[in-house]
């Protein structure tokens, strides 16, 4: 039984290796002179012709070959497969830390160094608030977008930045920064923005997310929220964050009637060459190849047709990568690699025996197809054909 | 102990095998590719990979996801003592989301020896449980959130779950929730932003195979070679039993019970009944104990409730029923006593009750649910003028004739062609 000390046991561990497990994957190591004297365990290819899933995963496998075959090979996945023979081997049977490095670097709650893809919309916030800083003027400003398209992420980082900015240019002491939801002192701040205040008075900048939990019945949380910044001599800069695009509209009519509705962003859902970007930029801090190109693809493409959030995308990721462990774990129960081999083959005619020995090692395609049907699959279908047979019966009779 | 005869001690323990969950879900924890060892490979990847994680576990009642996640838990408990806290909740107990957040703070300051005030208010709560959220997650020391019953917690605004799930996205956190719930869909009653944060993992749970079923059985009922039992006892037993498990009609019975219900917990019920019906005289099980087990587990209450039916009654429901096969519109109480006439005039019986005896009956039958009235809606008129209906079929009818203990000139009832 796979337990957590099975990692330990199984795994095949040369003595070279042993001062890899101790060193940090991030350190620039070789691991292909490793990988090239080892001779990996070559599986022999071994239909399991018991378990439906499998066979299920084998359908959708040849199904997805066929459909990747059509596309033509674009730019970028020529610069993922050049990639792929550029960067060093990634043995997880050898290291551990390599699978935990791997795992962490794309779990959800990493946030990366790096927020792409929202460049755009991070800099018309960080433009918006700074002129707002500048003429010391209020302002409101609306966030939308559906779940996973990294609105909170991206705030974080216009904190930041704006943080940083007003310490270096404006020298002066930096915006506070309040993350209340709602003010306890409702009549001590309007008090204090209906005088004028001392021109040097530092402004405030108040990120409330998830608004719609302040919606109430008569909304009057929100009115008052959104009141402050119209007051005469308000220095109140409010960013609020939803996932309802009209939350400005419905709820607080009011504001356009005062001619002073929030300006209103959108984060669309990512699409499948944002989703890989993203995914690459995570994988870029590792020092070997993990994901077949293709792999990514078909997990970019699949997750950008249903929702384009990001969380399921790192999700599937991760159960994929769980795939190859309980795989390596157990060589039994794995789709055969006569059928991947030619798949390779007929994409790469030229692959040597060493490429080849990586691709095995490496998250490939079946290994995303079921973390896939696993994800989006509905237990409905198990369900029904488990039932006993009175209530199959009954079943019948209604869809009948 | 020593007193009791062999058979005693074996149908005790027996049943003691069946009543402890642990045992009989262990059976299905041999494989590597079961329930058990996925859920022990998410829960143990989040102690020793110090990552946070979600999952669901989904099935139809009594098919062992309580029973399996106590047994992972137990088994990691061992492997990783003071490294593991649990936090149970109840979707029927807790489904307000202030008494929900209560019952996590006491919780946590009973696992850690706190002092639990009882006045402490929703927001205060709150934040006792995201510090100590960031203290465990910084001492290495994983929280593991069961929710059973987890669609009850889906209904109202969801703020207990969207909490819980947003303290898995911070990096500070080391926590795993486990939802269980007899729901397939339950995730999809799950908010948009609560469902993208949950991780999409989802563990079935089904009711096992027929052949699953039957090493099951063999698995519950072979008495362990290294009790306190005489060896040549348990030898005798377990061979007796393997004879009966390899016989048809034993299987038969095993198919009658699938095919209302094949979950695990409603065949151990069976078990148990059939081993309560064990001879202790021979001190073995025979087939006829797990006939006789039979009719207990799948009850027939119309037909017992005809069993107990007087003569009179018997004939009220058959005057409906002719009535019925002469496709009368109107069928009530002055009708069935026209009928009734007829038949005695008829078949010149000796039972003829006055009517207000038969307005008895009627009445009793009413509170038996045998018939009913066809609509509420007739309360002001008297019992004799609303119309009413049969409840029992014509099967149904009919056995109870044949199985009552005193049903006289049964010929009259042929003869009447029902």
């Known amino acids: 039984m796979p337990t957590v000390a099975g990692r330990r ?20 190591r070789l691991r292909s002179d490793n990988a090239l004297t080892e001779s990996p365990m070559r599986k022999s290819p071994r239909f399991c012709t018991q378990g439906s899933p499998n066979c299920l995963v084998k359908v959708n496998v040849e199904k997805c070959v ?27 049977r050898v290291d551990v830390g390599q699978l935990r490095a791997v795992k962490e670097a794309l779990h959800v709650s990493t946030a990366p160094t790096t927020v792409v893809c929202r460049e755009d919309e991070q800099n018309r916030i960080s433009d918006f608030c700074k002129k707002c800083v500048q003429q010391e003027k209020a302002g409101s400003l609306y966030v939308c977008g559906c779940p996973g398209t990294g609105k909170s992420l991206s705030m974080e980082k216009v904190k930041e930045i704006l943080v940083n900015w007003a310490n270096e240019i404006l020298g002066q002491s930096h915006p506070q920064k309040k993350p209340d939801r709602s003010s306890s002192c409702l009549q001590v701040l309007r008090n204090i ?57 419905r709820f607080i009519p009011k504001l356009q009637s005062l001619n002073c509705k929030p300006m209103v962003i959108t984060f669309r859902a990512y699409s499948k060459d944002q989703i890989i970007t993203i995914l690459q930029e995570r994988l870029r801090e590792l020092p070997y190849s993990v994901f077949q190109p293709q792999a990514l693809e078909l997990c970019a493409r699949r997750v950008a047709a249903a929702s384009g959030d990001m969380r399921k995308a790192l999700s599937v990721c991760r159960s994929a990568i769980e795939m190859l462990e309980a795989e390596r774990r157990d060589p039994i129960s794995t789709l055969s690699l006569s059928l991947l081999e030619k798949i390779e083959d ?11 020995n990586q691709l095995n090692n490496m998250v490939r395609i079946d290994h995303v197809a079921a973390a896939l049907s696993k994800t989006f699959k509905s237990p409905v279908v198990d369900t029904i054909q488990s039932l006993p047979q009175h209530q199959q019966v009954r079943f019948s009779r209604n869809i009948v | ?25 262990s059976f299905f924890s041999q494989s590597p590719d079961s329930n058990h060892s996925k859920l022990k490979y998410i829960i143990s990847s989040s102690v020793t990979e110090a990552c946070n994680n979600s999952v669901l576990l989904l099935g139809p009642r009594g098919c062992g996801k309580v029973a399996v996640l106590e047994i992972v838990l137990e088994e990691l408990l061992k492997e990783h003592p003071d490294m593991i806290s649990v936090i149970r909740l109840n979707g029927l107990l807790h489904c307000d989301n202030n008494c929900a957040l209560k019952e996590i703070a006491r919780q946590l300051c009973l696992e850690h020896h706190l002092m639990f005030s009882k006045m402490a208010s929703y927001d205060d709560n709150s934040q006792f449980l995201l510090s100590m959220l960031r203290e465990c997650g910084l001492a290495h020391k994983t929280i593991v959130f069961v929710l059973d019953e987890f669609d009850l917690f889906t209904q109202g605004k969801q703020r207990l779950l969207y909490s819980l799930l947003d303290a898995m996205q911070s990096i500070t956190s080391q926590a795993v929730v486990v939802g269980v719930s007899c729901r397939l869909d339950a995730d999809q009653l799950l908010e948009k932003r ?28 072979l008495l362990p070679t290294d009790s306190s039992l005489p060896n040549d006892y348990v030898a005798a037993f377990n061979a007796k039993l393997l004879n009966i498990l390899a016989d048809e009609k034993f299987k038969g019975i095993i198919d009658t019970l699938c095919y209302s219900d094949s979950s695990v917990g409603y065949l151990l019920r069976f078990l148990f009944s059939a081993i309560c019906h064990m001879d202790m005289n021979s001190g073995f099980l025979s087939v006829e104990n797990f006939k006789s087990a039979l009719p207990s587990i799948q009850r027939q209450p119309k037909l017992e409730a005809l069993k107990d039916c007087s003569v009179l009654e018997l ?27 007829s038949i005695h005039d008829t078949f010149q019986t000796s039972d003829y009750y006055a009517r207000n005896v038969c307005l008895r009956a009627f009445e009793h039958l009413l509170e038996r649910a045998l018939i009913s009235f066809e609509d509420n809606k007739g309360h002001g008129q008297s019992t004799e003028f609303r119309p009413v209906k049969l409840l029992i079929s014509w099967h149904e009818l009919h056995q109870g004739l044949k199985s009552h203990r005193s049903c006289p000139v049964r010929s009259i009832f042929q003869k009447s062609k029902i």
């Open chain 1, 9 to 28: 046991s199984s795994l095949a561990v040369d003595p070279s290796a042993e001062i890899g497990v101790a060193a940090t994957p991030r350190k620039g």
């Open chain 1, 66 to 92: 066929k459909t990747l075959k059509n596309f033509s090979r674009s730019a970028q996945e020529k610069k993922l497969s050049e990639n792929l023979l550029e960067k060093q081997i990634w043995d997880p």
């Open chain 1, 193 to 249: 923005y209906s005088q004028k205040q001392p021109p040097c008075t530092k402004m405030m900048l108040v990120i409330a997310d998830e608004l719609d939990y302040l919606i109430t019945k008569d909304c009057a949380v929100l009115h008052d929220l959104f009141m402050l910044t119209t007051m005469p001599f308000s220095k109140c800069i409010l960013l609020g964050i939803a996932n309802a695009i009209d939350l400005a509209d």
């Open chain 1, 346 to 356: 007929q994409r790469k005619p030229a692959a040597c025996d060493t490429v080849k």
């Open chain 2, 1 to 25: 102990m020593g007193c009791l005869n062999p058979a005693e001690q074996a149908k005790i323990i027996l049943r003691s095998r069946i009543s402890t969950p642990s045992f009989v879900f």
């Open chain 2, 194 to 221: 609560v469902r993208s944060r949950f991780s999409h993992r989802k563990l079935l749970f089904l009711p096992p195979s027929r052949e699953d079923l039957q090493r099951l059985v063999e698995h519950i009922l």
């Open chain 2, 315 to 341: 004939y009220i429901l058959v005057c409906m029923k002719r009535l019925e096969v002469k496709e009368l519109e109107l069928c009530n109480f002055n009708s069935i006593m026209k009928e009734y006439k």
